[in-house]
């Protein structure tokens, strides 16, 4: 492979990477395909607290690993000759695919908001979910917490 084809590859597997890392957002307005058209618990209540949180990224996706590890592969077997590259290249892969993980990481990381709120019940529930700028919330405002299953959100 020349070194254009290796440059353009490379390029072109980077911008997967960024694409790939791509994550659906966790406001309390987005819903996956499969909650829609769910029937949901309701239950009213006033925000007691909030408090800002850092929701990390994702660290089980294999597109940031696998496209960087061929990224390294591409680049180490830009190195060298014989075994001295073969071992280049599958350094560079290992190298390239621990970098890949790392970057999906920081790029699906989200910021976020743990709403503690006070149900008209007088109990009181504590739901995190991502940092909606058409939804900000302040103590004493009144929300709706959306159940189902396992999964709640937190919306006007």
Known sequence: MNKKTAIAL???????VLTGCAQSTLTGTS???????????????????????????????????GTGAVIGGVAGHQVGGGTGRQLATVLGAVAGGVAGQRVEEMTSRRQGVEITVRLDN???????????????????????VLGQGSTMRVTY
Do not use: H
């Open 10 to 16: 490379t390029l072109l597997l980077s911008g997967a």
């Open 31 to 65: 819903y996956s395909r499969g909650e829609a058209r769910q029937a949901q618990s309701v239950q009213m209540g006033r925000v007691e607290s909030l408090v800002p949180v850092v929701i990390e990224g994702r660290t089980d996706g294999i597109v940031g690993a």
């Open 122 to 144: 007088g109990s009181l529930v504590s739901v995190v979910q991502e940092v909606d700028q058409n939804q900000v919330f302040s103590p004493g405002d009144r929300v709706r």
